[in-house]
């Protein structure tokens, strides 16, 4: 009964392992080849589901070039995308051999006329980083036809809302709307008064570490500047 129950296991495993290669495919994957002397960059963007794979390659004559008849057997890949070239149209068919985080292609026309070798290698998505915190008087200047306008952030951040004050943007401080603090991603808006007119400015900035590059300007895009504010 063991030997039998060992067995199943084993099969199941077998089974599943097609499934298991086709999940790690998802996402971009970049490498190069040479064609006539010179290095050719490449992006492929595979999306895996089951043993079927779909997507684009980019770095083409034709690109983004869509992939055709995707498939994942075990280590293997294989699919063919049409092309453009010099007047005409070719199919090129690709067969690859998966390993880790690597992909070891060979690719060429479907007659044998051109072919060619390249290793593409999985592209890891940067996580942004995460800001709990932007509390604190942050100052820094922008410019306003010209004239150099200093101008400062009198911020309060609690669970992903940000409240608080701007200061220079009038004769006295404004109240911050509508705060969001998002990844390392601030932003909000204030109404301020010019002219006899009441503008809503709105604020994106990045934060890093002691200081917040804010893009900022009217709702309507008619004005927009840029402001470096320093942690005070």
């Known amino acids: 009964m063991k030997a039998i129950g060992r067995l199943f296991w084993l099969a199941l495993f077998l089974c599943a392992m097609p499934a298991l290669h086709a999940a790690d495919l998802s996402g971009t994957w970049k490498g190069s080849f040479e064609f006539q002397g010179t290095s050719m960059p ?39 995308v049409n092309t453009d070239y010099d007047g005409g149209t070719y199919k090129l068919v690709y067969k690859g051999k998966i390993n880790g985080d690597n992909i070891d292609f060979d690719f060429g026309t479907d007659d044998g006329s051109w072919g060619t070798t390249m290793t593409v290698k999985r592209e890891f998505a940067q996580a942004a980083a995460v800001v709990s915190d932007v ?24 669970a992903g809302t940000v409240t608080g004050t ?29 002219q006899g007119q009441t503008y809503t400015l709105s604020y994106k900035g990045k934060v890093q570490a002691g200081q917040i590059n804010f893009d900022f300007g009217t709702s309507d895009g008619s004005w927009g500047s840029t402001v470096n504010a320093k942690k005070s």
């Open 42 to 80: 490449v992006s492929l963007n595979l999306k895996a589901a089951d043993t079927t794979v779909t997507g684009t390659v980019e770095g083409l004559p034709t690109s983004p070039a869509d992939i055709h008849d995707g498939k994942i057997d075990g280590s293997s890949i294989t699919f063919w």
């Open 135 to 158: 509390t604190g008087n942050w100052a820094g200047s922008f410019d306003f036809n010209g004239t150099s306008m200093p101008v400062t952030f009198k911020l309060k951040s609690s």
């Open 166 to 194: 701007v200061e220079g943007m009038g004769p006295a401080p404004i109240e911050i709307r509508d705060g969001k603090l998002d990844g390392d991603t601030v932003t909000f808006s204030i109404n301020v008064d010019y």
